[in-house]
């Protein structure tokens, strides 16, 4: 049994819950069941609910005692789905109440995954609760070991489970998937297996062992488990790291001097306890590889707090990170990188712990290629294979932007849009119309290229992926195929939806059938003609001659230099931007908002010239919106729709500015999509000059951002101007208020520092 | 353009993928990651502050 070192104990945020203690598997590699601990003959078989309210009171004082910023209470057994629908609920009800009272919490369960139901992930959604599943590969290499009692595999139950948790109401409660490795798989069928469920996140197990129960190493291979991962690591370079694997990331971040993020790597503090069904504190469930009883500590929630764990000599060790090491280890070149490997894997009777892993020259040989191959990688990265402009963050937080990084930026958008609607197909299932597009796709990309390039299209896409957005429409598919087919010129049948009597084809025009007209339509296109035949009989139109014909507004090209915006009055995505939009424009407002446009752009031309390349290259759509009944500005950016802006009809110069303020959104919006500017987990809020309310980080971002850019249009237009000194002193304060969060991320603080720097260089 | 190398602090290396494939050839994957980014607003940012336990989260 563990002995107390007596000293100041150490802050513990990992919590594994053993809220059930049996299986419906019975895998013959489980280190809970089939391994040197046998502990669990003799434990309940579930945790009374009795044991779990002292648990997790234990677990709150214990964050009170040390102000832990966040605690992780891990769902675990056994199988933590045979506990029921009902009795999860009430469990994850009695641990949240506390915890959450104290601390923030985050859940995690971790399952195998044959008991997963739609009951089951209402519940856990409900508490908002992750749910990462083991899966040992494809059918064969999960079927090797995890069976049922009975013989027979369980492959297809896990499968059916994963397929819940890829589904829209459930695609948040997946974690990830957990792979205890077999070296008599085949790496690559494996990883190949792994990534057709789509798991945000994949982790790679080493079978437990130990010095007296070494790994299974069949043939002559030295070190079979570094080739294996090696093969699969190569693998996953090469496809461009299409999912997160813990493992590697804990390799190349270590090979850094940074954390490892694992238990398997690194010499990170540890700092998990297991809590099981019976109340009893155990060590690290690995342990129980090692010896009958390892895990134990002898002290239970029930008796003692959390930080008599945390005393024991067997954990106060962990937290000593190298210099807890065996000596070979502190001796190695590589020990900031392997960290010793897992602590169970060092086990040696008469030695104990103080041992290097018994997977120590697999580990060597793992780290040894994953440096090498990562180097590699790198250095034959070229952008078009991903790699990221050096200035692109300093470009775009200069306020400006020039036209390769703002076209890198509308690259990247188009990409994003790709995938989106890709996703939008995998989730909902292929319609013929998006046979039509991905044919036309092969004959004629230019023509879908241009039409994937229409704003709304990712605003609808990401509308059909978002969980409780209602049913898909998938229809928009259609108007997309329609419209890239009369591009193509092309002929086309498709069935497309009738909005209040408007179809649309993205960027090609709009069809406005009678108003009040709803319903599934058949558009035929052919040699410059339409036919839309709909609940109501069938609208034709002719391409050739639009002016002749009331029904066809062709898209609206306003130009501008040598460049120029679409007027969007037809499109049904449009609408996303908070404000209600126009409808179709008469002549009149057609011709003035021709004008405002024209005049605004020179506007900006000769005031602020520095933001006219940005526009020029990434502004491709202008909505109009119905005015302010107050004649209030009205403006808008909308998140999902990037080229985009939408307005109520103002005169030039407040255009001028309009423009120039909300497409600062949309490149900040973009410069998010790719990469952290601030932890999304951070709670801070800062108050800023222009909303009463504390605002939360991202918001303050935005704000700062596109105030700053109003703040040098008035600038340059009166440098007295009042409007000037409102704008730049509620920058200079948002940006002060943003500096003292504890947000930004190293990218975000540059960020911050470069429009300080800006905003400085205006005053001097 | 100077580059420097993408991350996984950076979604820009599975976009480079999907930009140069037919849309009926994009990888599910690489789809998928991309949803949990801009759909599900999953975080870019490698947590490995503290040895997590070896589960599949």
Redesign the interface.
């Known amino acids: 049994m563990p002995v107390s070192a007596g000293g100041v104990p150490h802050p513990l945020?990992?919590f594994?819950l053993k809220v059930h203690g049996r299986c419906d598997l019975s895998c013959d590699h489980c280190y809970v069941y089939e391994h040197a601990d046998q502990s669990w003959r003799t434990k309940p078989r579930a945790m009374s609910r009795d044991v779990l309210r002292a648990a997790v009171r234990r677990i709150a004082e214990h964050a009170v005692a040390h102000a832990l910023p966040l605690v992780?209470v891990?769902v675990?057994g056994g199988e933590p789905l045979l506990l029921g629908p009902q009795r999860m609920d009430d469990y994850l009800t009695e641990i949240r109440g506390p915890v959450e009272a104290v601390t923030r919490l985050e859940l995690?369960l971790?399952t195998n995954g044959v008991r997963l139901r739609p009951e089951m992930c209402d519940v856990l959604l409900r508490h908002g609760v992750?749910v990462?599943?083991?899966l040992d590969g494809d059918r064969a290499a999960n079927d090797l070991h995890r069976r049922f009692a009975n013989g027979s595999g369980s492959f297809d139950h896990v499968r059916a489970a994963l397929a819940l948790l890829?589904s829209r109401p459930y695609?948040?409660l997946y974690?990830?998937?957990?792979c205890t490795i077999d070296v008599r798989n085949d790496p690559e069928r494996v990883y190949e297996a792994l990534?057709?469920e789509?798991?945000?996140?994949?982790?790679f197990?080493l079978p437990h062992a130990t010095w007296d129960d070494p790994p299974l190493r069949p043939g002559d291979d030295p070190t079979p488990y570094a080739t294996w991962l090696s093969t699969i690591h190569r693998r996953w370079l090469a496809?461009?790291?299409?999912?997160?694997v813990?493992l590697f990331?804990?390799l190349?971040?270590t090979a850094e001097g940074?954390?490892?993020?694992?238990?398997?790597l690194?010499a990170?503090?540890?700092?998990?306890v297991v809590i099981e069904t019976d109340g009893r504190y155990e060590q690290?469930d690995?342990l129980k590889t090692a010896y009958d009883g390892a895990p134990a500590t002898g002290l239970s929630v029930l008796t003692h707090p959390v930080d008599d764990v945390s005393r024991l000599d067997a954990v106060a060790v962990r937290q000593t990170g190298v210099r807890g090491l065996s000596a070979i280890c502190r001796e190695c070149p590589v020990v900031r990188q392997c960290g010793g490997g897992?602590y169970a894997h060092r086990y040696r009777s008469g030695h104990g712990f103080d041992n290097p892993s018994v997977y120590c020259a697999d580990l060597r040989a793992l780290i040894d290629r994953s440096n090498e191959e990562t180097t590699m990688h790198?250095t034959t990265?070229?952008?078009?294979?991903?790699?990221?402009?050096?200035?692109l963050v300093a470009r775009i937080a200069s306020g400006f932007g020039d036209e390769?990084t703002i076209g890198?930026l509308v690259?990247?958008q188009?990409?994003?849009t790709?995938?989106?609607?890709?996703?939008t197909i995998?989730q909902h299932g292929a319609t013929p119309a998006w046979r039509t597009?991905?044919d036309l796709?092969?004959d004629h990309?230019d023509s879908?290229r241009a039409v994937l390039a229409h704003p709304y299209v990712r605003s609808w896409a990401?509308d059909q992926?978002?969980p409780g957005s209602g049913p898909a429409t998938l229809s928009y598919l259609g108007s997309l195929a329609a419209a890239a087919a009369v591009r193509a010129g092309t002929p086309v049948e498709v069935d497309v939806e009738i909005a209040d009597g408007v179809v649309t084809l993205p960027t090609v025009g709009t069809l406005h059938g009678p108003p009040g007209v709803n319903g599934p339509a058949r558009l035929t296109a052919e040699q410059g003609k339409l036919w839309v035949a709909g609940p109501e009989g069938t609208i034709t139109a002719d391409l050739a001659h639009p002016a002749a014909d009331a029904a066809w507004q062709p898209a609206r090209w306003v130009p501008l230099d040598d460049w120029g915006v679409r007027l969007e009055d037809g499109d049904p995505a449009r609408d996303c931007h908070r404000w209600t939009p126009a409808g179709r424009l008469d002549a009149a407002a057609e011709r003035a908002w021709r004008s405002a446009l024209t005049e605004a752009w020179r506007w900006i031309r000769a005031e602020v010239p520095g933001y006219a390349p940005a526009l020029r290259t990434g502004l491709q759509v202008v909505v109009p919106l119905r005015p302010d009944p107050s004649g209030a500005q009205r403006a808008s950016t909308a998140r999902?729709a990037f080229g985009s802006l939408a307005a109520a009809l103002t005169g030039p110069e407040d255009l001028a500015v309009l423009l120039v303020h909300e497409f600062q959104h949309a490149k900040l919006g973009a410069l998010l999509?790719?990469?952290?500017l601030y932890?999304?987990?951070s709670e801070a809020t800062v108050m800023v000059g222009w909303r009463p309310d504390p605002r939360p980080v991202e918001a303050a971002l935005q704000g700062v951002y596109a105030h700053a850019a109003v703040a040098d249009v008035w600038r340059v237009r009166d440098g007295n101007d009042q409007s000037y000194a409102k704008y730049l002193r509620w920058t200079t304060d948002a940006i002060a208020a943003l500096r003292g969060t504890d947000a930004l991320?190293p990218?975000g603080a540059e960020f911050v520092d470069t429009m300080a720097a800006t905003v400085e260089g205006w005053e001097s | 353009m100077k580059t420097v190398n993408a991350t996984t602090e950076t979604l820009a290396e599975p976009l480079a993928a999907i930009g140069s494939t037919p849309l009926r050839d994009i990888r599910a994957e690489q789809a998928a990651r991309v949803v949990r980014r801009i759909v599900d607003k999953e975080t870019l940012l490698r947590r490995l502050d503290v040895a997590a336990f070896q589960s599949a989260h």
Do not use: F
Request: hydrophobic content about 35%; some cysteine; proline content about 6%.
């Open positions: 945020s990992q594994v992780r891990i675990h995690t971790q992750r990462g599943v083991s890829r695609r948040e974690a990830g998937l957990l990534l057709a789509q798991p945000p996140r994949i982790d197990l496809d461009g790291r299409p999912v997160r813990r990331e804990g190349r971040s940074g954390p490892s993020g694992s238990e398997q690194g990170d503090t540890v700092d998990v690290a690995s897992l790198a990265q070229s952008e078009a294979s991903g790699a990221v402009p050096t200035d390769r890198w690259e990247q188009r990409s994003i790709r995938a989106l609607l890709y996703a995998d597009l991905t796709e092969a990309p879908i990401v992926l978002r999902d999509d790719l990469c952290d932890d999304a987990r991320t990218l």
